[in-house]
């Protein structure tokens, strides 16, 4: 599977799927929302109006104007009329940023402009969005950089890495366990050395770190000097959001799920048994090891009770959940009252 490429690992996956979108990821969604019916897919707006109708094999959020489709097994683009404007033909694709989206195309990726015309070449065994006007590119078993020409402004030379945020993106020398992180500006310059054990990006000025193994070490949050402003302390810490960091007291099959502020002192105290980054003002929370999830505001109350059993954030005012099984629950969107605004039948 192509996500176990070195931009993303096996131990990022199982993140994602053991904290259901803790990961700094967050789609858009562009007034449109992705629906499911009978396995096909359409859009509906915040009303729940069904916009595009379902039609397709897969559907992604839309992105500067345009949401990438699937097709008898191709992937092409269409506009928010449900027209398709460029053809269905790629294996993989991803949405546009930057105006350009990554395509693959006969094994290798290259980049395409909003009329489908290949403005970079398919050349990389991988290929990621542009960021900051600069692209993450794959070569062999090295990571590097291009600009929206193609060229390369960082030669591939990086065991992994990530996109460039606030100006600073994460890279890795050495192996899968012994190798360490730093950080590198678009010049290519090390700001700050290989000397963390694990790390995120940079998000409302910090960046979180871990300092010692993953079963062991402790996570806290440095500026871009690489200085501490918040101690390693916590067994597990993500990225700021809204002004509040997730984290986690405890190990990771038996710990509690918390927020704290900027000063590191505690904001929402850990007690949940999973948890999400805070999203428009609200993060979803898990009640108990095999309870439901709900969600609650910046000072830790409920504001939609316990009831859901796959949540996801909050995009443009509504979120995506499910209750009940795939086989016989139903999913949809809701508002931030709670009140379903789409969704499935039962």
């Known amino acids: 599977m192509e996500m176990f490429k070195k931009g993303f690992g096996l131990r990022h996956l199982l993140l994602l799927v053991v904290l259901l979108c803790t990961a700094p990821i967050f789609a858009q969604n562009e007034g449109l929302y992705t629906v499911s019916d009978n396995r096909e897919y359409g859009f509906i707006d ?24 699937k097709i008898q097994g191709k992937r092409g683009f269409i506009d ?26 006969e094994g290798t990726w290259g980049y395409i402009d909003k009329t489908g015309k290949m403005i970079i070449k398919p050349q ?37 890495a990530y996109d460039f945020h606030e100006g600073m993106a994460r890279v890795k020398q050495g192996d899968f366990k012994t190798g360490k992180w730093g950080f590198i500006d678009k010049t290519g310059k090390l700001v700050l050395g290989y000397r963390f054990d694990g790390s995120f990006d940079f998000s409302e000025g910090t960046a979180n770190v871990r300092i010692g ?34 984290i986690r007291i405890g190990s990771f099959k038996t710990g509690k799920y918390g927020y704290i ?8 105290n850990p007690q949940f048994y999973g948890a999400h980054h805070f999203s428009e003002g609200l993060a979803c929370v898990k009640e108990s090891k095999d309870g439901k999830w709900g969600y609650i505001n910046t000072e830790g109350k409920v504001v ?24 016989s629950g139903t999913s949809g969107y809701i508002d931030k009252t709670g009140k379903w605004i789409w969704q499935t039948a039962q």
Not at 304 to 327: C, M, N, W
């Open 213 to 246: 193994s993953e079963q062991t070490g402790k996570w806290g949050f440095i500026d871009k000097k690489g200085n501490f402003v918040i101690e390693p302390m916590f067994d597990k810490a993500f990225t700021f959001r809204d002004g509040l960091a997730l």
């Open 124 to 160: 990389f065994d991988y290929a990621y969005n542009f960021n900051e006007g600069v692209a993450r590119v794959q070569v062999g078993e090295q990571l590097g950089f291009i600009d929206k020409t193609g060229n390369y402004v960082l030669k591939p030379q990086y065991d992994a």
């Open 261 to 268: 502020n900027k000063k590191g002192d505690i904001a929402v």
């Open 46 to 69: 915040k009303t729940g109006r069904m916009v595009i109708k379902p039609q397709f094999d897969f559907a992604s959020s839309f992105s500067e104007g345009l949401a990438h489709v």
């Open 304 to 327: 939609i009770t316990f009831q859901f059993d796959i949540p996801a954030d909050f995009e443009g005012g509504l979120a995506k959940v499910r209750v009940g099984s795939y086989k």
């Open 80 to 105: 928010k009329a449900g027209k398709l404007v460029i053809k269905a033909k790629y294996t993989r694709v991803m949405d546009f940023s930057d105006g350009l989206a990554a395509v693959k195309l």
